[in-house]
């Protein structure tokens, strides 16, 4: 049964009325979150930003990523991202070595500053791209991150 | 059923700064087991905070969001003894939902 429930998953939006009528989600629930599996299986920066619907990004000194130099533990890796752009609509953590580039992807609605900090997983040293889609224009910043032991083994 | 979040939120000027800390693997579907298995992905994909009905953050996230995930924010127009609601929801179609008043703060 679990493994049909994660085939039903895995084929994504179609199939959701599906999984409904099974009972397996009840309906409204998972319709009102959607999740965009295109994005998260993008394995580069300009992929992701495409799939976020972008087709370029411009470097910007208005936004600031929070993240130490040298992370010891791939595993937690704390990174901040505060952008000063005005109309701040989305802010999202790409790395650009991890298996699949796109991390997170946080809507910033009016009235929410437009800062998030979180903890990601690093599978080696590698570039770490906050993108941010501002006034609908998308910009990033990116930070070097050194990892001495990777995330991914556990 | 997963273990509650711990969340804390608190006035700081006229901000409410939200914290909280999920409990949940974040399995990534890339690891192994002993016996050379693949450990099935399990991971919180939406994350969602409202105050006063209003979603004040939203978020996607994919496989390499951290163990028991951790999140930091902040939002305007909250006030003290108010409630934020948050509610996570991960790709096995388990789900929870946790709220924590807004405290004084400084």
Redesign the interface.
Known sequence: MDAR??EV?KTGGGVLALAAAAG??RPG??LA????KA??ETKSVAETVKALGGSGSTPSSAIEITAPDIAENG????I?VESKLPRTQALAIL?EK???T????????A???P????????GETSNVYALVIADGKYFHAVKEIKVTIG???? | MADPMRIRANMTGDKVEVKVLMAHEMETGLRRDAGGNAIPAHFIRNVSVTYGGKTVLSAQWGTSVSRNPFLHFRFNGGKPGEKVMITWLDNKGEKRTDEAVIAGGG
Request: with cysteine.
């Open positions: 429930r994660r998953l397996i989600i629930e998972a979150q959607e999740w965009n994005a998260f595993a937690v890796v704390p901040a790395i991890n298996p699949n796109l991390s997170a992807d946080f809507e910033i609605p009235g929410t500053d800062f998030v900090s979180t903890r990601v997983k690093m995330g991914c083994g556990g």
